[in-house]
Nanobody, 123 residues
């Protein structure tokens, strides 16, 4: 399994970005986005199951971020809206160990990780 994250960049507060995670190899499964800011631990941002019916979000991004997937393109997206400086981090996509039900929110729920894409939000 290989995951390629892209779409990060520099944006002003209040702006938007769309991150993409292109999967190859075994693409079936839950997917999640995590982020890690300098000096902080990696934290869960959003997750989605195989069908896209079940999603989960960290409280800090609810109502601002949306996770979606296009299985025909083997790609998972994270739409980031109303960005804040505290959203600045390296964002990682990951493939989960499960495929159905509620996607996990812990790093241990995922076994394949992409290389990360940097999102910087200026005030």
């Amino acid at each position: 399994v290989q995951l390629q994250a892209s779409g990060g960049g520099l944006v002003q507060a209040g702006g938007s970005l769309r991150l993409s995670c292109a999967a190859s190899g075994r693409t079936f499964g839950n997917y999640g986005w995590f982020r890690q800011a300098p000096g902080k631990e990696r934290e869960f941002v959003a997750g989605i199951n195989w069908s896209g019916v079940s999603t989960d979000y960290a409280d800090s991004v609810k109502g601002r971020f949306t996770i979606s997937r296009d299985n025909a393109k083997n790609t998972v997206y994270l739409h980031l809206n109303s960005l804040k400086p505290e959203d600045t981090a390296v964002y990682y996509c990951a493939q989960g160990k499960g495929s159905y039900g509620t996607p996990g929110s812990l790093p241990d729920d995922y076994n394949y990780w992409g290389q990360g894409t940097l999102v910087t939000v200026s005030s």
